[in-house]
């Protein structure tokens, strides 16, 4: 019940413009963000390369109206890559990006010229980007985006919702070689027509999905933090005859990081999900609708303690 009016919350405007006004932010921010600028975005990346970690680095920001911001969005993620060629860290330093930022509402067109650029400038860092699946009504945009970038970009990735009921489908279709998959439970507030709503129901969606993409040629991103689902992960693997090497998990910034850790100790490709940005509100209340115990750190921070 916190957790739907959380997410309900995420979409407030209004509580968007009070929450962020609070001066207290930065305790905030800083659990679950990286930083504000990409010089901060640029240190905790080291620190993760450190630690063996592989990162996706997301320009916090979505949605948007307005074709100025979404060309701004985009080129704050030409100057991250560019930032960040001097580490030289290949495939282990993606961008995952929202097309809602980069102008999907306004025109696929445009987002698709932003994605574009936005690959160009990963692919000379010798890496890629994974776009991000947002609410249910843009999944098709999505796709079709993500099909048109292949085509220069092939190792671009997607998201994929394990909750809406269409997911099992786009994995099937997901599967093929060289196809990059995240596959995730799904953090937005969707209806009842589209997507499961229990938490069982939706973790045993999950493994459905999950048992699709690790059967098939693709590369499965296992984009989570529930141990029970790492743990079929590696049975799976074993059915499937899949090395270490040809799939990944992956889990955000700030949550559970001693289990990021000894997953990457044990020799498995471990990628953290690095938000970074001043625009941190929709990202923040997501997270805290996921886990409502969050809650009393937020109130905490705000209150000085
Ligand atoms: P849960 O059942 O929610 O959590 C399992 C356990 O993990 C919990 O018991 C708790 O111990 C811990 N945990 C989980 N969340 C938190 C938290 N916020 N704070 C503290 N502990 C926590 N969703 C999308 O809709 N689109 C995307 O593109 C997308 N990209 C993602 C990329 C990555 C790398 C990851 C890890 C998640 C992404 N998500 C995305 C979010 C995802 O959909 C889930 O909402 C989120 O991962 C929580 O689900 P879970 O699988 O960790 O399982």
């Not at 997901?174 to 938490?199: C, D, I, M, T």
Request: with cysteine; charged share 25%; glycine share 10%.
């Amino acid at each position: 019940m916190l957790g739907q009016l959380l997410l309900a919350a995420s979409r407030s405007g209004l509580v968007r413009r009070s929450v962020s006004g609070f001066p207290l932010t930065n305790k905030v921010v800083q659990r679950f963000v990286a930083g504000e600028s990409v010089e901060e975005a640029r240190v905790a990346v080291e620190r993760l390369r450190d630690a063996n970690l592989a990162v996706t680095i997301d320009h916090l920001g979505e949605e948007t109206l307005d074709a100025g911001a979404a060309k701004a969005t985009a080129g704050a993620y030409i100057t991250l890559l560019e930032a960040l060629r001097p580490l030289g860290l290949g495939t282990r330093g993606e961008v995952s990006v929202k097309l809602s930022a980069v102008g999907q509402r306004l025109d696929d067109a445009m987002a698709l010229e932003h994605a574009r650029e936005i690959c160009a400038a990963a692919a000379l860092n010798g890496s890629t980007v994974t776009l991000d699946m947002e609410d249910h009504t843009t999944v098709d945009s999505t796709l079709g985006i993500l099909r048109k970038l292949r085509e220069d970009y092939p190792e671009t990735g997607v998201a994929i919702q394990a909750y809406l009921f269409r997911s099992e489908a786009d994995c099937r279709e997901l599967s093929a070689e060289g196809s990059r998959v995240r596959l995730v439970k799904g953090a937005y507030r969707e209806p009842a027509s589209v997507a499961h709503q229990g938490k069982a129901e939706v973790d045993k969606a999950y493994v459905r999905c999950l048992r699709i993409l690790m059967a098939g040629k693709g590369y499965p991103m296992v984009a989570t933090h529930d141990d029970r689902l790492i743990a079929i992960t590696e049975l799976l693997a074993d059915r499937f005859g899949r090395s270490i090497g040809d799939h990944e998990f992956q889990m955000l910034y700030g949550i559970r990081t001693d289990r990021q850790e000894s997953l990457a100790g044990a020799g498995h490709t471990v990628r953290v999900y690095v938000p970074y940005g001043d625009d941190w509100y929709g990202y923040f209340m997501r997270r805290l609708a996921e886990r409502p115990a969050n809650v009393a750190f937020f109130l905490r921070a705000l209150g000085g303690k």
